[in-house]
């Protein structure tokens, strides 16, 4: 059955949907729904879902009756953010819907010494609301029950550290702790839903003195993912992949 956010404003009386937007021309003219046919509709401020039918198609928004609510089955009690040190070209895309995929609840792009892409502010802007955008469709195809929250482009020095269980740095430089080794440990931390963060450094790496500021936090622990060294957007996969096998519900 096919999926669709909508926000609670769309929730009307009567048990009734708006599906507003470009969902509209999605469903009438790419999937050729017809009254009568059926929805899931899921709310992504309150990640609830629904059984809908279809009532009326109008030119700009689709009514739908609410059928039954279902349950939420699709999200991990585990809290990922990705701090992704930002990188050329479109990998930011590949990162944001692969991570989608993967249940990753939020994700920040971040500038480092060593990121090459400069972007003005008005370019800031379109780049997060087609970023957004990705996230969406990813969490619809995949079957989310929420839309990853793609936040404001931050500097590497003000990542707010004191909101997580445990934050993990990835540097191709560390020599003597593996993620294996702090993964172990976070399987005895006594807590319904860890928040962990991942931080990621761009094409080039970090650059030692970030390293060296970031470390002296007491919940970070910068780690190695072994002999070889990822690109930068096959690391954000990795360590997804790994948590949620491990922490998640990959397992």
């Keep these: 059955m096919p999926k669709f956010f909508v926000k609670t404003e769309n929730l009307k009386e009567n048990k009734e949907i708006w599906i507003t937007g470009d969902n509209v021309n999605h469903i009438k003219n790419v999937l050729r729904k017809k009254v009568d046919d059926k929805l899931n509709i899921c709310n992504s401020n309150t990640s609830i879902n629904y059984e809908c039918v279809i009532k009326r198609i109008e030119e700009n928004k689709i009514v739908c009756e609410i059928l039954k609510e279902l349950p939420s089955k699709s999200e991990a009690n585990l809290n990922i953010t990705i701090f992704q040190g930002l990188p050329k070209a479109d990998k930011m895309?590949?990162?944001?819907?692969?991570?989608?995929?993967?249940?990753?609840?939020?994700?920040?792009?971040?500038?480092?010494?060593?990121?090459?892409?400069?972007?003005k502010e008005k370019d800031k802007q379109n780049k997060l609301s087609r970023w957004q955008k990705i996230a969406e469709v990813a969490a619809k195809q995949s079957g989310r029950d929420i839309i990853p929250t793609i936040v404001n482009i931050i500097d590497i020095s003000n990542i707010d550290f004191k909101e997580y269980d445990k934050i993990l740095v990835l540097y191709e430089n560390e020599n003597k702790t593996s993620i294996k080794e702090e993964i172990e440990q976070l399987k005895y931390i006594n807590k319904p839903n860890l928040n962990i963060g991942i931080v990621i450094g761009p094409e080039g790496g970090f650059d030692q003195t970030e390293i060296d500021k970031i470390k002296i936090n007491e919940n970070v622990a910068i780690v190695t993912l072994g002999k070889r060294i990822l690109r930068t957007e096959t690391v954000a996969l990795v360590v997804s992949g790994i948590l949620m096998y491990e922490l998640g519900d990959l397992n």
């Design 93 to 119: 895309e590949l990162i944001i819907q692969k991570c989608t995929e993967l249940g990753v609840k939020k994700i920040i792009p971040v500038i480092t010494k060593r990121t090459v892409i400069k972007l």
